[in-house]
C-alpha cells in the first residue's frame, strides 16, 4: 500500500466555516474511505503565531503537505471532493 498523504486541517475553536468542511471530510470519508489515503490532521492556528498570522482571515484552508497545494475557503463538496483526487 502506498504511503498515504498528510493534509493539514487548518481551524480553529468557534470556527463555523470549519465546522462545515469538517462534516463534509466526514461525508467524503463514509463516501470514499479517505483514511486509506490520507491523514487528516486538524491544526489549531492558535496555536502558532507565525500560522495564525498566515490563516487568521483565510480559515478553513487545507493544505496537502506532499505537494505543497492549499484548498482555500470557499469550495465547495465537489471541489473538495476534486481536490483530494
Given at each position: 500500500?502506498?504511503?498515504?498523504?498528510e493534509i493539514?486541517?487548518?481551524?480553529?475553536?468557534?470556527c463555523h466555516l470549519c465546522e462545515q468542511v469538517e462534516a463534509m471530510i466526514f461525508?467524503?470519508?463514509q463516501q470514499k474511505n479517505l483514511a486509506n489515503r490520507f491523514d487528516i490532521i486538524a491544526f489549531d492556528i492558535i496555536d502558532d503565531?507565525?500560522?495564525?498570522?498566515?490563516?487568521?482571515?483565510?480559515?478553513?484552508?487545507?493544505?496537502?503537505?506532499?505537494?505543497?497545494?492549499?484548498l482555500f475557503w470557499p469550495f465547495s463538496f465537489e471541489e473538495l471532493d476534486d481536490w483530494l483526487d
Open positions: 500500500m502506498p504511503n498515504k498523504q493539514i486541517f487548518f481551524t480553529t475553536f468557534g461525508a467524503l470519508n503565531e507565525k500560522i495564525l498570522a498566515e490563516y487568521r482571515t483565510t480559515i478553513p484552508v487545507l493544505k496537502n503537505t506532499s505537494t505543497s497545494e492549499k
